[in-house]
């Protein structure tokens, strides 16, 4: 019924954290990389503003599915109360079960996608760098 409002609300938190880290970051980080002693390359490491927005596409994704699926069935309205279950207490006591039941279930679960997603990601960038240091010297 409403379990689609708790991966909203973490949306729009993480929405504003990625503003703010984005005009905190002003530089992104580079890591040098010296193929044969005397060129070196530069690779730029993705930063974290890039990949709390991955987080923010999941979030808000979720969401708009479960909104759209929500809307299909009925549940949710284009009139106040705008959840069909928010009109009734019986059924309110219901939606705030499920939200925080379902809702945060799935929040939680996204979430943990996203720190699998940064924990591999992690280990390509570093594993990319590790490879290009072993390279040996250019002829």
Not at 89 to 112: D, K, R, W, Y
Not at 115 to 129: F, I, Y
Request: charged share 15%.
């Amino acid at each position: 019924m409403g379990c689609f409002l708790v991966p909203a609300a973490e949306a729009v938190i993480t929405t504003a954290a990625t503003k703010v880290l984005q005009r905190k970051e002003s530089t992104p980080e580079t890591v040098h990389i010296s193929l044969d002693g005397v060129t070196s390359t530069e690779a730029v490491k993705i930063p974290f503003s890039q990949k709390l927005k991955w987080l923010n596409k999941l979030l808000w994704g979720g969401s708009a599915l479960l909104a759209f699926e929500h809307v299909w069935h009925g549940e949710v309205t284009p009139w106040f109360p705008f959840l069909t279950a928010a009109g009734n207490p019986t059924e309110a006591a219901e939606m705030l079960n499920e939200m925080a039941t379902a809702g945060i279930s799935m929040t939680l679960l996204v979430t943990a996608v996203w720190g699998v997603m940064l924990v591999a990601s992690s280990m390509m960038e570093k594993k990319a760098v590790k490879s290009a240091q072993s390279l040996p010297p250019a002829k």
